[in-house]
């Protein structure tokens, strides 16, 4: 599923060595689990034949469906949604391949199936269907946390932690001051933000500046999948995204408490919140210590029916840690990093998560492209085309202070940036606590919240996939032998 769990993606000669900021790539005779060499190089070029096959083919499913629909009243039961997955998982699958010359990751593909198949333009999937499907998310997001703990082993997060540390600061303060700025200036061009009271606009601000901070580890995970890249690019965007996480879970809960009594005059700061908030992260972290454990035990003394497992971690115990108010997210990560580091079953359960996700994650991203609000994103374009275009400016200003501070390698500084402007399910999540936290917002900050992310969500994959196939860290590149000079500089 990601770099780490293939570590022949590289190319057939010798690399350059990396220096301190450059954590290497997993593959090598260093690889602590004897992770198998040379399984994959890229998949073979594919022929116009073959693209005009898949387009065929595609043109025929959406025909039939929507002829079927036209025929027949969408049916709300079980077998609406058994077919519209289906269809989804069809109509993903067919288009991110005839995207794939374009050299646009299969993210893009899945998400235009389905924007077009959704609600809002072919309404070949309708909405209760879409609410329906997902409810996979839950377990998506779960794969995407158990590997992303997976792949932050101890050696690598201990070759790059100054330039970890340095990087998450300075993104973290100069995109979270600069946005909120940038909401509070531009407050007159949001409707619901525009008559309220100075102090009120402010703190509404600040929550946008921590919606700014958020990443997508869902579209880092996914574009690594797809292209078996390896390299510091990789695993720099990788080791950030999911570090990043963390720290958002925790600005994240102390915003809230910080604003309540700017947007709701006469409330005070509760210290209360703030215990729970330690709460909730120590008591996350001794869990997910726990998990990672059990599912070492499981996996060397068992190690079959997986995807049981995960689908139980998914569905059942991320709402159990919900109802227990820890957060699932950091349980997940805790968890694949004791996994990894821990034991020796670290291998085997990221090739576990990987084979699990390859039909989740088509799922996944074609039901974000189908929960697209197009009308909506057609009011909100002008100020989300805004506030997006100025927090990837500041994204790259704030990789390029941190990359001189770091005293990074080139290839960091001219494309570490990239994977750090997509966003999805974390940041709609947290939308989505702030709107209940703060209901006299009504539904106007998660309506933006949403066109930003759509935004982000549909140029993100594309940049990053754009930013690694130019370092020459993908498989395809790498067996071209493009790999170029990665050493650290002097």
């Not at 009243?73 to 005839?98: D, K, N, V, Y």
Request: hydrophobic share 50%; proline share 6%.
């Amino acid at each position: 599923m990601s770099a780490a769990a293939l570590p022949d993606a590289g190319p057939a000669g010798p690399a350059s060595p990396a220096g301190p900021a450059t954590p290497p790539g997993p593959a090598g005779p260093a690889e602590p689990h004897g992770a198998p060499a040379a399984r994959h190089h890229g998949s073979a070029p594919k022929g116009p034949l073959n693209h005009l096959t898949h387009a065929v083919a595609l043109v025929i499913l959406f025909g039939v469906l929507y002829a079927t629909t036209r025929a027949v009243p969408h049916e709300h039961g079980p077998a609406g949604t058994i077919a519209s997955i289906g269809f989804l998982l069809l109509a993903g699958t067919l288009a991110s391949e005839l995207v794939e010359p374009l050299r646009l990751p299969h993210l893009s593909g899945y998400i235009l199936a389905g924007i077009i198949a959704g609600p809002h333009v072919l309404k070949l999937v309708d909405h209760h269907a879409v609410e329906e499907i997902s409810r996979v998310n839950a377990l998506a997001l779960a794969l995407i946390a158990l590997a992303g703990g997976a792949e932050l082993r101890i050696e690598i997060v201990k070759k790059s932690l100054k330039s970890l540390l340095l990087h998450n600061l300075v993104q973290t303060v100069l995109v979270f001051v600069t946005m909120t700025g940038v909401f509070y200036a531009a407050r007159s061009l949001v409707p619901f933000a525009a008559d309220l009271s100075t102090t009120a606009a402010f703190g509404v601000a600040i929550l946008w500046g921590v919606i700014a901070v958020t990443r997508s580890p869902s579209a880092v995970l996914g574009i690594l999948s797809q292209t078996r890249a390896t390299g510091p690019v990789a695993m720099n965007t990788l080791a950030f995204v999911m570090t990043s996480d963390i720290i958002v879970i925790v600005v994240t809960a102390i915003a809230l408490s910080t604003v309540r009594p700017l947007i709701e005059p006469g409330t005070t700061m509760s210290m209360h919140e703030i215990e729970l908030l330690g709460r909730e992260i120590l008591g996350s972290i001794s869990i997910g210590t726990t998990l990672g454990l059990a599912l070492a035990a499981y996996m060397r003394l068992i190690g079959r029916q997986l995807i049981l497992v995960f689908v139980a971690l998914g569905f059942g115990a991320t709402e159990v840690l919900r109802y227990l108010r820890f957060d699932a997210l950091l349980v997940f990560v805790v968890a694949g990093f004791v996994v990894t580091n821990l034991s020796k079953q670290g291998e085997k359960l990221v090739h576990a998560v990987e084979d699990a996700a390859s039909v989740v994650f088509v799922l996944f991203f074609a039901t974000a492209g189908a929960h697209l609000d197009l009308p909506l994103l057609s009011l909100m374009w002008p100020v989300a085309l805004l506030f997006g275009a100025s927090r990837a400016l500041v994204t790259w200003v704030a990789s390029r202070i941190g990359n001189r501070l770091a005293d990074d390698p080139p290839i960091l500084r001219k494309w570490a940036w990239c994977g750090l402007v997509s966003q999805a399910g974390l940041t709609l999540g947290i939308s989505l606590t702030i709107e209940r936290a703060f209901p006299s917002l009504g539904a106007g900050f998660r309506a933006l919240v949403v066109g930003c992310v759509a935004l982000n969500e549909v140029f993100g994959p594309i940049l990053f996939k754009y930013a690694l196939d130019r370092a020459g860290e993908t498989a395809v590149e790498a067996s071209r032998g493009s790999l170029p000079n990665i050493g650290h500089h002097g």
